[in-house]
């Protein structure tokens, strides 16, 4: 079933789950890392996924600009690192190393996070207000594979809005990428 206004299990309204995960630098964050912010930012990415790896520089970029404003993020990983082993934890703390990401990557070993979320792709976006109300689903951008092609970027027109105290127009933006890898 293709989703055509996001999710029917976590849709737009929908209060921020609780979850506490292992952070690569070894830490245990939680959804209580989201407190005093104006907006926040769950992201699911992983290592391999070329539309991750296409739109990471945009995101790293994103979360720099606004975290000033009062933008709190976390991306996570829940892909299955027994079938795809480029998205181990040890693959994970490389890649947060190499690229000084701006954020903690937690591990979603359990898969139970991204459940709760109901997500489905990397990279997929959940975005919610100071009150921890869901108000944007979706895509970063309309080409997360190929930076190049970049003609819209949704994430960004989203948090300004919240930042703001306004609804995001569009709020939600079908994701693009590649499926959660299941256990």
Known sequence: MERTSGSQ???????????QLMNVDGSTIGSDYFQGGKAYLVA???NHCPYVKGSEEMLIAIVNKFAADGLKTVTIN???ALKYPDDSFDKMQEKSR???LPYPYLYDESQAVARKFDAA??????LFDSGHTLVYHGTINDSPRDP???TKDYLSQAIMAVIEGQLPN????HPLGCSIKWR
């Open 121 to 126: 792709c990397t990279p997929e976006f959940f």
């Open 9 to 19: 299990i976590f849709p737009l309204g929908s209060k921020l789950p609780t979850f």
């Open 78 to 80: 829940s892909n299955d």
């Open 170 to 173: 569009p709020q939600f933006v």
């Open 98 to 100: 190499e690229m000084s």
């Open 148 to 150: 190049t092609k970049v």
């Open 44 to 46: 699911f990415l992983c």
